[in-house]
């Protein structure tokens, strides 16, 4: 049977604008392509994990509006429970400004709307659902005292949660400590732990401050550098997959969705990882977030192609 992931998280309609360079302050340049697609990182976790195969189920709020009526279908279409999922009356579905460059990097703003508006009420009416789930995938993309109540929620009933801690800010150590599986990127296990990261070794120092803390495991995601796993165990460096980025919106997002699917399906963890690689890879080939968001089969033949 299959096993169930929770996502509680963000949607994001993303308005994404290619241009040669970005501009400077106070100027205005011209750009290429102007282009609309849902994202949001819970969207696309939840995304990501429902098209590896697995069973999805999701916890947020959308606009009453054309956006919040795209999600809702898209995520029917993707087979994923919306049940959860509320339509605010007075907030719009969040958006998301995005520039990307000729070097495939991006600059995003994110304006939260209904995001915020999945309060703790709505957390602790949708609790025994998610508390019922094999495994919930959280972000920073909702109101932070909602997510930290969902940590503890979690860590009370022995649920394990994976964090994205994204939009990157600092966490305190009670928090941190009741996280299982922590997913930051280069730059937020700087800010997570005031260590400065530029080489895996750097990583593996603050990822020890984490572990002293007392998170479960660090997964660190590092671009090239693939992924960095700790835990009291001990570290395992998985290598990443050389590809031509096209856009990196997503690329955090469908390894953290990946994770979530491994992770469900009682694979170990480095395999787990492997693939998670594999599919971030997969996904900076392709434009836009979401719709680039690979099915199963492309990322087995992805990994047959591409050698390590």
Do not use: W
């Amino acid at each position: 049977m299959n096993r169930k992931i929770a996502v509680v998280g963000s949607f994001v309609m993303d308005l994404i604008a290619t241009v040669d360079n970005f501009p400077k302050a106070g100027q205005t340049i011209i750009g290429n392509v102007m282009q609309t697609f849902p994202g949001g990182k819970g969207a696309n976790q939840a995304v990501a994990a429902a098209r590896l195969g697995a069973e999805v189920q999701m916890f947020g709020k959308v606009g009453n509006d054309a956006n919040g009526f795209i999600f809702m279908e898209l995520f029917r279409e993707e087979k994923i429970d919306v049940t959860h999922v509320q339509m605010h009356a007075d907030l719009p579905t969040a958006m998301g400004l995005i520039q990307i460059n000729a070097l495939a990097e991006n600059k995003i703003v994110v304006i939260p709307g209904a995001n915020y508006g999945y309060t703790l009420e709505d957390l602790l009416r949708d609790s025994a659902y998610f508390l019922s789930a094999d495994l919930v995938v959280a972000q920073l993309e909702l109101k932070h005292e909602v997510v930290f109540k969902l940590i503890e929620l979690c860590a009370e009933n022995k649920v394990p949660i994976v964090l994205n801690p994204a939009p990157a800010v600092a966490l305190s150590d009670e928090i941190l400590s009741k996280v299982t599986y922590l997913t930051p990127n280069e730059t937020e296990l700087e800010i997570l732990t005031g260590i400065s990261v530029v080489t895996v070794d750097d990583a593996k120092r603050a990822i020890n401050k984490l572990i002293n803390i007392g998170v479960k495991c660090v997964i660190a995601t590092m671009g090239k550098n693939g992924a960095l796993i700790g835990s009291v165990d001990g570290f395992i460096h998985v290598p990443g997959y050389k590809v031509d980025a096209v856009d990196t919106v997503a690329a955090g997002d469908s390894f953290n969705g990946a994770l979530a699917y491994g992770i469900v399906q009682g694979q170990a963890l480095e395999a787990t990882v492997r693939f998670a690689n594999a599919v971030g890879g997969l996904t900076v080939t392709k434009q836009g977030a979401i719709p680039s968001l690979p099915v199963f089969e492309e990322v087995v033949a992805f990994i047959n192609r591409h050698s390590i």
